[in-house]
């Protein structure tokens, strides 16, 4: 009989034949580590100060004894329980590699545990698995009161990633259980959006790297931070699904095709007007967070956006159940590092993907005030821009400006964002300036920062909108908003 096991230590105690996987990586989340991986890790900041305590044990913590958390062997694991009757694959995903479960679980296949498949395939998946048990231990600490603080994979552990419930085995492979993010929707239509890079520099395989690098130049990837992985679209005339005709064309089409294509309109698509301001909700969320932390503390390669919305309401409804709202998850960690553990991966860029996806929602937005965030904490007054002269030099533009980084460590640089997501980003941050202006071919470039320079050049494209931070009334702050938004009407808002 084979054996598979992570730490030696089990390893030893079998008689039978065993194959030992190679380690996983210890990375630096802090919640759960694989050389003490019967155990969840208390964060520092809980106010434990001996070592011997920030330690629980896992088996105090799980609530499903059939299913495998921490120490993982293949052969301790219980069968899967899958719902043979019902077969259900993510759009960007591989025929085999799911399975749907009962309790509105699925299960997805892991090679992190065989050492008989290529190292980098089971280096990738263990780097998943790790992801998913500082999620786990995060989740289990909380509700059993060892943890009340606040932690960088808190909105991941609460609403962004789909719930992992442990391990199970299913024709002598390993599968991840997790929630089932279709489960309730009659007929799910999703969309699987790749942000970011989707593959590193250093990728140990050249000639994959290379082929992805020429890639990005032909796909949005290059210019977007985001490609098509794939999508599944419930076509209600039909009655039937539209999906991805060929994985490596269909990733030459430019975003607005993907979306417009993915959400249709009010008129094909009964679900449209929700599904925008949902996900533009959840977009503008998750890109004000990853500003804000994941760019300095995440690395991410080839991670998925998955949009997913009920495609058949009639049917839902027909059924009397309640149509399920649209919801947006992050997916796909077998590549997702604390940024202070591989900085050599360099720039991620899924804070570009991020807003480029969050452009092209907004693109489908009724063009009214309330895309101006009025419910903004803080509140900016237009100081030049435009037609406005008022302190102003050559042809209406700025006299300052925020510099381009790194002339200024403190200052920032967002292309492809609304007007109201940059000011929103500036009052995030409590940035004393903001400035927005449209750019041929990049659609938008926002910059933030907390002193100005004088302005040397101008230039004969767009001129920039610069808005400083002040106390108004009430009435003041509504009207100055509104002031921002008819400069921003008089074009096409990126």
């Given at each position: 009989m084979l054996t598979l096991c992570t730490t030696g230590s089990d390893c030893l105690r079998a008689e039978e034949t065993v194959v030992e996987a190679p380690a996983l990586e210890v990375l630096s989340w802090g919640l759960w580590?694989?050389?003490?991986?019967?155990?969840?890790?208390?964060?520092?900041d809980a106010g434990v100060l001996w070592p011997e305590e920030k330690m629980v044990s896992i088996d105090s913590l799980r609530e499903d004894s059939g299913l495998g958390v921490g120490c993982i062997r293949l052969e301790d694991l219980g069968e899967c329980d899958v719902d043979v009757t019902v077969e259900n694959v993510q759009a960007g995903g591989h025929a085999g590699t799911f399975h749907v479960l009962r309790e509105n679980r699925v299960a997805k296949l892991s090679e992190a545990f065989d050492p008989t498949v290529p190292e980098g395939h089971q280096y990738s998946a263990g780097t998943e698995y790790n992801?998913?048990?500082?999620?786990?231990?995060?989740?289990?600490?909380?509700?059993?009161?060892?943890f009340s603080g606040t932690h960088l994979l808190d909105p991941f552990q609460s609403a962004w990633a789909p719930k992992f419930y442990g391990v199970c085995r299913w024709v002598d492979a390993a599968f991840l259980v997790m929630q089932n993010v279709f489960a309730g929707y009659k007929k799910e239509s999703q969309l699987d959006l790749k942000v970011g890079v989707t593959v590193a520099e250093n990728e140990p395989q050249k000639m994959k790297w290379l082929g992805q690098s020429i890639g990005s130049l032909l796909t949005p990837t290059g210019r977007d931070g985001a490609k098509l992985a794939g999508y599944k679209v419930w076509n209600r005339k039909t009655s039937a699904y539209e999906t991805t005709y060929s994985k490596k064309l269909s990733q030459l089409h430019g975003l607005p095709w993907v979306f417009n294509t993915y959400l249709g309109n009010s008129s094909s698509n009964p679900q449209f007007e929700k599904s925008v301001s949902a996900f533009a909700d959840q977009l503008a969320q998750m890109f004000r967070w990853w500003n804000r932390y994941g760019t300095s503390k995440i690395r991410s390669i080839a991670a998925s956006l998955?949009?997913?919305?009920?495609?058949?309401?009639?049917?839902?409804?027909?059924?009397?159940?309640?149509?399920?709202?649209?919801?947006?998850?992050?997916?796909?960690?077998a590549h997702f590092f604390p940024a202070a553990d591989k900085p050599e991966l360099g720039k991620d860029y899924v804070e570009q993907g991020l807003a480029s996806a969050f452009r092209e929602i907004d693109r489908l937005k009724p063009n009214d005030v309330s895309r101006l965030a009025v419910d903004a904490p803080g509140s900016y007054k237009k100081v030049c821009g435009l037609a406005d002269l008022r302190a102003s030099g050559k042809n209406g533009q700025c006299l300052e400006k925020c510099a381009t980084p790194p002339h200024n460590g403190n200052n920032q640089q967002i292309k492809g964002i609304s007007m109201s997501m940059c000011q929103n980003l500036a009052d995030d941050s409590s940035y004393a300036f903001f400035g927005w202006r449209r750019v041929p071919n990049q659609r938008s470039e926002c910059r933030l920062c907390n002193s100005t320079v004088s302005r040397k050049f101008y230039t004969t494209s767009e001129p920039w909108l610069f808005f400083k931070r002040t106390k108004e009334t009430d009435s003041e702050r509504l009207a100055n908003r509104l002031d921002l938004f008819n400069d921003s009407a008089t074009g096409s808002e990126a």
């Open positions: 580590s694989p050389d003490k991986c019967d155990q969840c890790i208390i964060p520092d992801f998913y048990m500082q999620l786990w231990c995060l989740g289990a600490l909380r509700k059993a009161g060892h998955l949009f997913v919305y009920e495609g058949d309401t009639a049917g839902a409804e027909w059924d009397g159940n309640p149509v399920n709202a649209p919801r947006l998850y992050f997916i796909d960690f």
